[in-house]
């Protein structure tokens, strides 16, 4: 039989597209999914010498997706093929994917250096979705890990360049929308089908809105490094809210953002708010001293904060831990934590047609958690990882 099913997980409880499903199972076939379904019709998809694998009733979902990540392993994505490599392995290993490669405030030339190496590696690594450039544009008040001395108005003509250098790899630029020429830069970024996001900003609720208009879709990391939401000042978090195409950002490690506040913007925004990881160099890890662009971190206790300042520096967390923590810490639904992590990011970036969910025709990427929302395996291409990193 040759249209048969060359993997299939089994007896699983199946979190996707909007459903969460008992004893379901999924069946995988030349990197796609051929079918889902429940019970035992499995068995007649199954071809010989098929992987088959029993979930023993553990949590199957699609692969996730960390649109806002700096790398992990002791690697930052700034320093080029092995460094990008070495990170995003551990990352693959958590359930990761699909992921961008954020690259923090540079000098124009070194941030193009960078860029250059990133877009190869995008290239040769499909897992890699493309870049994120989180700066140079951004505000000095907020800059948080962000070298101050490197900041600089969103220049249309840098602009060009860094589109250039990217060579259609570029998916997702953070600015500032106070700053100048932001509205001509996102109408040149948004004309290229970069994802333009507001962040690192001393934004009003006005001034966010502005930027929406202006083609904005995606707050990077909401409450961090912005004004917060005050009765009197609702700054752009609400802006975001009120937007009903516009996606949140927040990162859920237990440091940036109080669980409390992440349950209430996933209740004023469902199905607009993703999880990230932001994860920095130590990820995966653990302690010890660390660089992110320029500036120095420390990490103790797995917060990651500048030696200089004390200001929070990037997370350590992987994207399965948050997810874990918005479950067991944050109280959401399995299925809300899940969609934040696959459907979500994947609409942000315009891939929703192929990734994000498991269901036939779509890209073959899943993640089998045990009970305690631990990793326990991950295919992608429909392929276990293992096999597929050779
Ligand atoms: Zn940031």
Same mark, same amino acid.
């Given at each position: 039989?040759?249209?048969?099913?060359?993997?299939?997980?089994?007896?699983?409880?199946?979190?996707?597209?909007?459903?969460?499903?008992?004893?379901?199972?999924?069946?995988?076939?030349?990197?796609?999914?051929?079918?889902?379904?429940?019970?035992?019709?499995?068995?007649?998809?199954?071809?010989?010498?098929?992987?088959?694998?029993?979930?023993?009733?553990?949590?199957?979902?699609?692969?996730?997706?960390?649109?806002?990540?700096?790398?992990?392993?002791?690697?930052?994505?700034?320093?080029?093929?092995?460094?990008?490599?070495?990170?995003?392995?551990?990352?693959?290993?958590?359930?990761?994917?699909?992921?961008?490669?954020?690259?923090?405030?540079?000098?124009?030339?070194?941030?193009?250096?960078?860029?250059?190496?990133?877009?190869?590696?995008?290239?040769?690594?499909?897992?890699?979705?493309?870049?994120?450039?989180?700066?140079?544009?951004?505000?000095?008040?907020?800059?948080?890990?962000?070298?101050?001395?490197?900041?600089?108005?969103?220049?249309?003509?840098?602009?060009?360049?860094?589109?250039?250098?990217?060579?259609?790899?570029?998916?997702?630029?953070?600015?500032?929308?106070?700053?100048?020429?932001?509205?001509?830069?996102?109408?040149?970024?948004?004309?290229?089908?970069?994802?333009?996001?507001?962040?690192?900003?001393?934004?009003?609720?006005?001034?966010?809105?502005?930027?929406?208009?202006?083609?904005?879709?995606?707050?990077?990391?909401?409450?961090?490094?912005?004004?917060?939401?005050?009765?009197?000042?609702?700054?752009?978090?609400?802006?975001?809210?009120?937007?009903?195409?516009?996606?949140?950002?927040?990162?859920?490690?237990?440091?940036?953002?109080?669980?409390?506040?992440?349950?209430?913007?996933?209740?004023?925004?469902?199905?607009?708010?993703?999880?990230?990881?932001?994860?920095?160099?130590?990820?995966?890890?653990?302690?010890?001293?660390?660089?992110?662009?320029?500036?120095?971190?420390?990490?103790?206790?797995?917060?990651?904060?500048?030696?200089?300042?004390?200001?929070?520096?990037?997370?350590?967390?992987?994207?399965?831990?948050?997810?874990?923590?918005?479950?067991?810490?944050?109280?959401?639904?399995?299925?809300?934590?899940?969609?934040?992590?696959?459907? /979500?990011?994947?609409?942000?970036?315009?891939?929703?047609?192929?990734?994000?969910?498991?269901?036939?025709?779509?890209?073959?990427?899943?993640?089998?958690?045990?009970?305690?929302?631990?990793?326990?395996?991950?295919?992608?291409?429909?392929?276990? /990882?293992?096999?597929?990193?050779?």
């Amino acid at each position: 039989m040759n249209s048969a099913a060359t993997a299939v997980i089994h007896s699983a409880r199946l979190i996707s597209s909007g459903l969460d499903l008992p004893a379901a199972f999924v069946a995988f076939r030349d990197g796609r999914v051929l079918a889902t379904g429940t019970g035992s019709d499995w068995r007649e998809l199954a071809g010989d010498g098929a992987d088959v694998v029993d979930g023993t009733g553990q949590v199957l979902t699609p692969g996730l997706l960390d649109i806002h990540n700096h790398g992990g392993a002791g690697a930052s994505y700034a320093d080029g093929g092995e460094a990008i490599r070495t990170a995003r392995r551990l990352h693959r290993q958590h359930g990761i994917t699909r992921q961008l490669l954020s690259l923090v405030t540079a000098l124009p030339d070194d941030l193009i250096s960078q860029i250059h190496l990133a877009a190869a590696e995008t290239r040769r690594d499909p897992t890699i979705l493309g870049i994120h450039l989180e700066g140079p544009f951004l505000a000095r008040q907020y800059c948080g890990a962000h070298d101050p001395a490197f900041l600089r108005d969103p220049d249309p003509e840098l602009v060009e360049r860094l589109l250039s250098a990217a060579d259609g790899t570029l998916r997702q630029v953070t600015m500032a929308p106070e700053r100048h020429h932001f509205a001509e830069s996102a109408q040149i970024l948004g004309d290229a089908g970069v994802v333009v996001a507001v962040g690192h900003t001393a934004a009003t609720f006005e001034q966010a809105r502005a930027a929406i208009d202006a083609g904005a879709t995606l707050l990077t990391h909401a409450f961090n490094a912005m004004p917060g939401l005050h009765h009197r000042a609702p700054g752009p978090v609400l802006a975001f809210v009120e937007d009903t195409g516009g996606w949140l950002e927040v990162i859920n490690d237990g440091v940036h953002v109080r669980p409390e506040v992440i349950r209430m913007l996933r209740r004023l925004a469902p199905g607009r708010v993703a999880l990230v990881s932001d994860a920095m160099a130590a990820a995966g890890v653990g302690d010890g001293r660390y660089r992110l662009g320029r500036l120095d971190v420390d990490v103790a206790s797995g917060v990651a904060r500048l030696t200089r300042e004390n200001s929070i520096a990037g997370s350590t967390v992987t994207l399965d831990v948050a997810i874990a923590s918005a479950v067991q810490e944050v109280g959401l639904t399995p299925l809300a934590a899940i969609e934040a992590a696959t459907t /979500v990011p994947a609409q942000i970036l315009g891939v929703e047609d192929r990734f994000g969910r498991l269901e036939p025709g779509y890209v073959a990427d899943a993640v089998l958690f045990d009970s305690d929302w631990q990793v326990r395996d991950v295919w992608i291409d429909g392929r276990p /990882v293992g096999e597929w990193e050779e």
